[in-house]
């Protein structure tokens, strides 16, 4: 699927095509500036679109929300995990992956790509050890899985994510390619070094491979991270972010899939210095117009978030202190909503027009005993912020602070492409072991009720669950939410 309205970088540095490029002057010389994702080789490479069941005709998009659903018997006997969507015109869920037993989502992680033609999974290796990365393409008309023509990428996997390449972001009609980027092998102490790798998603050529194909075309080593480090793909496709960390820093890395070269954007924190936290799994987002990356960090026992240019040699990044302030002598939980939590959680989600970041907080500040009514519960609360970092934050989910469940545990969330719908998972009203997901309009925090029926609480909010299971005998919960756009043809 292209990406719309990106626009160019403010990067100026021209990457020539070669293995590794460090980092230097940010002017480039003057002359054209030249886009930090800039093809410097032919894209080529097929469409890797897989099993999108369409075909050359006209099409319609498609709004879709994939979860993953884990259902515990309380028997006692194994819990099934499976890839489950929902389709917003046809009101319909269906499951991708039941029933067909070749689709892994209990051992480790499924996945699927940004316009839902690709699954991916991690099963175990019998053989090896570690997990095997699957991959299969889906049919987004019949709605299923074509598990006849899995395969496997690679072993040793630890983790990976999707991404779409494009010779030319710019351009709609410009080549496409899917490609898996995954993390493999093992480290054994913190200066040792994991692989990030990258495929076309698609069986590749083997015999084009060998005769000296490159990316995107062919399997490529992108880069190396230690065992505290990390990577990040983009909604631009052609560029990958690569995490290094040390005991007291943590540096940021672009690679570029179109010129094999990879550049230092930043590093956070003082080399030689000690008691830093960062690691691979801070979370960091870059923007969808592709001009800046939002960074969070925790230093000094101080979260921030910090907006860094998209750029070698970038200017200090624009800071907004979270949680706690450097002068407050008196430790946490004493700022004033919607400042008083302790941690952000997974990484931020923007508007697809970059203009907003919205990010999960987690704290314990209202169940601590030193509260005059402290509560059973810790807060979550979904948070957004311009991407200017100007003006408070603000509470979009906007959840009590009682011991009820209304107070939402927020597991995890989503932001529809048109910034309409946001989705989160939570626990299902007085059942603690069970979540469902939950739909609000983020700019008026009002809750969809087209699918439920409106639920007592205490304030008089009215609050609905939009995707639940009321199966008994079982515990359900419902995670990993993705919204995608999907092309299928029209009737």
Sequence with gaps: ????????????LALAAGPMLSACDGDGGGGEPMRFDAAVVDGGGTDGAGGAGGGSGETEERLRLSYTKRVQPRDGSPAFVD???????????????????VVDCVTKICRLNDDMTWIGWLESDPAGGGFLLMVAPVDVVRKVVLT???????????DFRFTTYSADPLDDAAPEVELVIYSKGQAADIDDRIDVRASPVAAPDEEACANGGSLPDCPALV??????????VTQLGSLIILIETTLSTMTLNFFNVSSGAQSTIYTFGEQMMTGSQFDGRQPIGFSPDATYLAVFTKDDL?????TLQARPNPPEPTVHPLWELESNPDGDCFRAMPYNFNEVRFDPVFSQDSEWIYFLSRGDCSSRPTNENPTNRDDFDILRINRMLQGPVENVTQNLRASHWSNHDIGDFDLSPDGTRLVFTAQRPNQ???????????????????RGESLPVIDGRERCEFIADDRNGADVTLRDLNFHVVDVPVD
């Design 1 to 12: 699927m292209q990406i719309r309205g990106v626009v160019p970088f403010l990067a100026t």
């Design 148 to 158: 006849d023509q899995a395969r496997q990428v690679d072993d040793g996997v630890n």
């Design 223 to 232: 880069g190396l991270i230690n065992t505290n480090g990390g990577f990040r």
């Design 83 to 101: 890839m489950v969507v929902y389709d917003f015109e046809d009101n319909e869920e269906y499951n991708l992956t039941g029933g067909e037993g």
């Design 432 to 450: 603690a072991t069970n979540r469902s997901i939950w739909l609000i309009d983020p700019a008026t925090g009002d809750y969809d009720c087209s």
């Design 302 to 306: 101080v979260w921030r978030l910090n």
